[in-house]
């Protein structure tokens, strides 16, 4: 028997992410490299661990080995206890039936089971898409003392990029009147950040309505906050005003990395208060060579630099031999750079290699990308924009 | 390897190493930029399989505990076996120091009885090694030895009046041994790390101690030796291996460290060396920073110049600050205009503004932890 809960969460980590082209060929978003050694996937993480929310479910579909293999017992976020805890949650055989998850909503659905043996009075409902640090259990305060039957998490964004979201329209007091999924003429920038928080019976019961709905496309957005808000439920919405991005499109990736560099750093990884916890790779420290140089860059164990990085992140055990340069770039684990290479505004994922004297990406255009486990050979060049991958014809 | 336990014992002798082991033993002194000298130790016994590791600890081992933990890390945390901190107690016979390494067996004999391995891998805790201990074991067992001794060749490990040497045959077998010689005259240092069975060693221990006997060297390794009443035999390790037994050897170290291939030697990717964790993020560094052959772990922030240094975790070095052969432990600071040399700066060390601090190169400055100057 397990005990009852007060909160549970539930991450969805189902979707392709397809915008990230060759990234996520092999992996699934949630489990994509960022900030020099973590995984996107960490931010909600920790923010759950440090919330004081112990039992997350994560519910995978696309490519999920290399998500399982990271999450394993849940150590690094001190998931691994025995009443809670993190669970991979993948689709499975009931009784005659059995299906993939057809949208967030009906992931949920075929979920009720797993939630239901904690018996919680809330649940929390995240996705593996952004980078932010949120206090769950504030928003979750907030929700109580409003009686909502649900909390939207929104954050205001320029007015002119209003109608690229789903937007919140409130009244005085921050009731939610209103739901437009990119509006063309928006009333409101409160943009919904895919954080919410339902009280569970009420959840339960919109997510067995929507089932029963063949012309339901079982989504969150689209379907169960649009028919709660037409019953006259109680909606509010919830600001956060802190740094939250969408590492959604190569070049949303390659920003968010950025910003790690910026002065002051516009989202506070020092912060012990609230840290951002990541399986450790358990190497040594990294070493920087006589006759290297750099500048203006995170870089994290394991990592030899011999040659020039400048304004780069690194992740672990990524080599840089002598001669190289690298520049605005966003070098991931296991990466190596040959000598004489020079890599410009451009991704090296996993285990990518750039040969000797090879170019890839350029000064200004659109951001280049070496695939996972993909080799530049020596002497290419990779113009700005190109994705290797194993179909990728080098010319020259 | 199922069958194989490993045990610690982290007693040595430190007063050589100054204020460095006041609050610490040496097996938990901070090396090589993020890990304790006892994580090479029980990440070699982990990497050879071994499930149940014991460690027993004499004076200041809160921190060896608070590093240790559950043994989590390592992936000690199991139900029957796991990681064991054995702590000194008082008995009637012991007050609670141990007068030498079978005192210390003697008292957690318990940890023997309890324990369901027959072969013991028995390792002291001064000396950093990265070592096959499954070949070792493999190699005891192929011999039929009742002891195998691990030792190198390596004639930085010698010492004046310090340490045990080997005299060995064609085969291996241990023929003659000198402890604490003034000079070693023998080339084959023991490594204080030995292999036996679980049974034998607490007979030998519990027969030594009750005459009144302290040294596990001289009173039952040499004796049988001598008497030839026991098979014992060594096995040579041929990695790199340090001593830690005073401030010299101790900075050697970690600036043998830089060296990329004594490096690869010491972190082989088949055998990792597991540590504690502290989820720092990456090191930052500055538009104006300039690095030279130096180890920087996670959490640094480099704004200043640092040269042949080795830098821990959480570490500070501000605009201007410059850093030469130094080894400045977890979240030390550096401050502007500062200029220190050989020196070695404890945990949470704050070194102020323009302040200059440059030791000899043979006899490196230590300031104690949380010291500002």
């Not at chain 1, 090296?348 to 070496?370: D, S």
Request: with cysteine.
């Amino acid at each position: 028997m397990l005990r009852k809960k007060t909160c549970v969460a539930m991450l969805l980590a189902g979707g392709q992410g397809s915008r990230l082209g060759v990234l996520t060929q092999k992996v699934a978003k949630p489990a994509i490299p960022y900030g020099g050694k973590y995984r996107i996937i960490d931010f909600p993480l920790s923010n759950c661990t440090n919330s004081g929310i112990d039992t997350v479910g994560v519910l995978t579909q696309y490519q999920p080995l290399e998500l399982n293999a990271y999450i394993g017992s849940g150590a690094p976020w001190d998931l691994d206890i025995s009443n809670g805890g993190v669970f991979v949650l993948p689709p499975y055989q009931k009784g005659k039936s059995g299906e993939w998850y057809r949208g967030t909503a009906n992931a949920i659905y075929q979920n009720i089971a797993f939630i239901e043996q904690y018996n919680p009075d809330y649940v929390l409902i995240l996705s593996g898409d952004h980078i932010y640090k949120m206090d769950y259990n504030a928003m979750l305060n907030y929700h109580i003392r409003h009686g909502a039957d649900a909390t939207i998490a929104v954050r205001e964004v320029p007015w002119e990029e209003a109608s690229r979201f789903g937007i919140m329209n409130t009244d005085s007091d921050d009731r939610i009147i209103e739901f437009e999924e990119k509006p063309k003429n928006p009333k409101s920038n409160k943009a919904s950040m895919g954080v919410y928080i339902f009280t569970w019976s009420k959840l339960r019961q919109y997510l067995e309505n929507d089932e029963g709905d063949k012309k339901s496309n079982n989504d969150f957005g689209k379907n169960i906050i649009p028919n709660m808000l037409a019953d006259k439920q109680v909606l509010v919405a919830y600001s956060f005003n802190g740094y939250w991005k969408d590492v959604g499109t190569i070049e949303s990736l390659w920003e968010a990395n950025m910003d790690l560099l910026e002065k002051p750093m516009p989202i506070d990884m020092h912060d012990k208060r609230w840290r951002i916890y990541a399986k450790n790779p358990g190497m040594a420290p990294h070493y920087i060579a006589k006759g290297a140089t750099v500048h203006d860059t995170l870089i994290t164990e394991g990592c030899e630099v011999y040659g020039n990085v400048e304004h780069s992140i690194l992740f672990a055990g990524v080599i840089i031999e002598e001669g190289a340069k690298v520049e605005s770039s966003v070098i991931m684990p296991g990466s190596v750079i040959k000598r004489g290479a020079v890599v410009q505004r451009a991704i090296v994922a996993m285990n990518g290699v750039v040969g000797p004297g090879a170019f890839v990406g350029e000064e200004t255009g659109n951001i280049a990308v070496v695939g996972p486990g993909m080799t530049v050979p020596a002497g290419k060049h990779i113009p700005a924009g190109d994705q290797v991958d194993e179909a990728y014809v080098f010319d020259k | 390897m199922k069958d194989i336990m490993g045990l610690i014992y982290t007693g040595e002798n430190d007063a050589r190493l100054r204020e460095l082991t006041v609050t610490r033993a040496i097996a938990a002194m901070p090396v090589a930029g993020r890990y304790r000298v006892i994580d090479f130790l029980v990440s070699s016994m982990v990497n050879a399989g071994m499930k149940n590791i014991g460690v027993i600890t004499q004076k200041n081992y809160h921190s060896l505990m608070d590093h240790l933990g559950s043994g989590k890390e390592w992936d000690l945390h199991g139900k029957n076996n796991g990681l064991h901190i054995l702590p000194p107690f008082l008995t009637r016979e012991n007050v609670g120091l141990y007068p030498g390494l079978l005192d210390a067996l003697r008292s957690n004999s318990n940890f023997f009885v309890r324990s369901k391995q027959e072969i013991l891998v028995l390792s002291n805790s001064s000396i950093i090694y990265n070592a096959r201990l499954d070949e070792l074991v493999q190699f005891y067992q192929d011999t039929n030895a009742d002891i195998t001794l691990l030792y190198t060749k390596d004639p930085t490990m010698k010492r004046d009046e310090y340490g045990t040497y080997l005299q060995l045959d064609k085969s291996g077998n241990v023929t003659d041994m000198e402890v604490q010689p003034t000079h070693p005259g023998y080339d084959n240092v023991y490594m204080q790390v030995m292999v036996i069975k679980r049974e034998l060693i607490k007979e030998l221990v519990d027969k030594a101690v009750s005459h009144g006997q302290h040294s596990m060297d001289r009173d039952i390794l040499l004796r049988l030796v001598q008497d030839r009443s026991a098979k014992v035999n060594a096995y040579e390790y041929k990695g790199k291996c340090w001593m830690i037994d005073s401030v010299q050897s101790y900075f050697k170290f970690n600036m043998d460290i830089l060296d990329p291939k004594m490096r690869k030697g010491l972190f082989r990717e088949d055998m990792p060396v597991f540590t504690k964790v502290r989820d720092e993020m990456p090191a930052c560094y500055g538009d104006d920073a300039t690095t030279v052959n130096s180890l920087v772990a996670d959490g640094c922030q480099v704004d200043g110049t640092v040269e042949n240094s080795i830098l821990f975790r959480g570490v500070k070095i501000a605009a201007g600050a410059h850093v030469k052969n130094c080894i400045i432990m977890q979240d030390g600071q550096v401050h502007e205009g500062a200029y220190i040399e050989n020196c070695i700066l404890d945990k949470q060390a704050v070194i102020k503004r323009n302040s200059k601090l440059i030791g000899p190169e043979a006899y490196p400055i230590v300031i104690g932890k949380d010291v500002v100057i």
